[in-house]
């Protein structure tokens, strides 16, 4: 039994030995990664201040009525392109025809008084001129004493009398000349009174909202209608106050419309009333002539303002997991994981605000599955 038992316990051993698993390889004993990396660098870049604004047309119109009247027919709607002159609603006008009417008839009347009046001008010259000429005779006559002083006098007073009643002729040839002018006035007045009832566009473009139907009394100066010139925008965007001096009107800016697309525009009006509630002064862009532009739509302004030292690495390093920022920097042959904070981007390069230093040696492009503490090879 004592041999037995003995030979049991070598076997024993053997059997624990053979169940345990072979020993793990400790991390250190990878072999290196070959990277490649380049030197975070303090470079000069433009000094760029952002802002977004809003996309508005150059030119926009609120259309409304000059007078008081219903609305019989609106004959566009919302988003309808319309020509210049083009006649957009139409008011009830009635009444302004019955008064274009009496205009009408009023200087109608004077007119026909005319030739009565010229005829009474014609026939006070013609009595005119046989006094004259009776006068005249009269006169030899008297000169030589063939006549009386009474036949004289009546002569003379037959004259005065001919020339008064060709002046009292003219004179009402001339009021009716003015009452005819006074009646053409009238028409017209009425005519452009009458007018007033067809409204019609001031220029071409788009119309972008309309607040009046059919039957809506509308009132002088109420909004009816508001039109867009078509194909002229600019963008209107906040300035900080401290900004103020450092920009102009022509400046050149670089605009992004919708986070897509991005123009060269310039700086056409700058508004340098500040705002008291936001301490800033508005900037308006002129944008060029692009299809499918609205209004209302969001744009981002850069300003370039000089330029500014700053460190900056290739944005193909920089590893973003949510809100959080990282690099891969090799230090003694070993990756090292380096938060920073990102600032500005510009083409394939992105400033370093914080985490790194200039020299330091930042692994780019970063191999896959690549971690931090791995052992690396730095290679050219």
């Known amino acids: 039994m004592t041999k037995t038992f003995l030979f049991l316990i070598p076997l024993l051993v053997w059997i ?15 072999p290196p990664i070959a990277v490649a990396t ?32 219903y609305v019989r027919e609106v004959k566009v709607q919302t988003g309808d392109r319309v020509r210049e002159g083009q006649p957009l609603i139409t008011l009830d006008a009635r009444d302004l025809d019955v008064n274009s009417r009496r205009a009408e008839a009023a200087r109608e009347e004077v007119r026909t008084s005319v030739p009565e009046a010229d005829s009474a001008v014609a026939a006070a010259k013609a009595s005119l001129d046989l006094a004259q000429a009776t006068f005249d ?17 009546e002569a003379s007073a037959k004259l005065k009398a001919a020339i008064a009643a ?21 028409v017209r007045a009425t005519q452009v009174t ?25 009132l002088p100066g109420a909004p009816m209608l508001t039109l867009e010139r078509e194909g002229a925008f600019r963008l209107e965007a906040p300035v900080e106050e401290s900004r103020l001096g450092a920009i102009r009107v022509g400046q050149p800016v670089s605009v992004t419309l919708d986070g897509e697309r991005t123009v060269e525009a310039r700086v056409s009006e700058i508004v340098p009333a500040v705002d008291p509630a936001s301490r800033a002064f508005t900037v308006k862009i002129d944008l060029p002539s692009l299809p499918a532009l609205r209004s209302g739509v ?20 920089l590893t973003e997991r949510g809100q959080l920022q990282s690099v891969l920097v090799a230090e003694n042959g070993i990756a090292h994981t380096r938060l920073i904070t990102a600032g500005q981007r ?35």
């Open 298 to 317: 969001f744009g981002r302004a850069a300003f370039q303002l000089g330029s500014r030292p700053l460190l900056a690495i290739p944005s193909g390093a």
């Open 16 to 30: 624990t030995g053979c169940s345990q698993a072979p020993p793990e390889r400790s991390p250190a004993s990878a």
């Open 137 to 153: 005779r009269m006169q030899l006559l008297f000169q030589k004493t063939s006549i009386s002083n009474q036949e004289f006098d």
């Open 194 to 218: 009458r007018s007033y009832a067809e409204v019609v566009s001031p220029f071409a473009g788009v119309v972008t909202a309309k607040s009046v139907d059919p039957g809506v009394l509308a």
């Open 38 to 69: 380049v030197a975070a660098a303090t470079e000069t870049w433009p000094s760029i201040y952002e802002t977004t604004g809003t996309v508005r047309a150059r030119e926009s119109a609120v259309i409304s009525a000059k007078m008081m009247g």
């Open 346 to 380: 510009v083409k394939d390069r992105v400033e370093v605000l914080s985490g790194l230093t200039a020299g330091e040696m930042v692994i780019f492009p970063v191999p896959p599955g690549l971690s931090d503490g791995a052992k690396v090879e730095v290679r050219p």
């Open 166 to 186: 060709l002046e009292m002729a003219q004179a009402r040839r001339a009021q009716l000349n003015s009452k005819l002018a006074q009646a053409d006035q009238e």
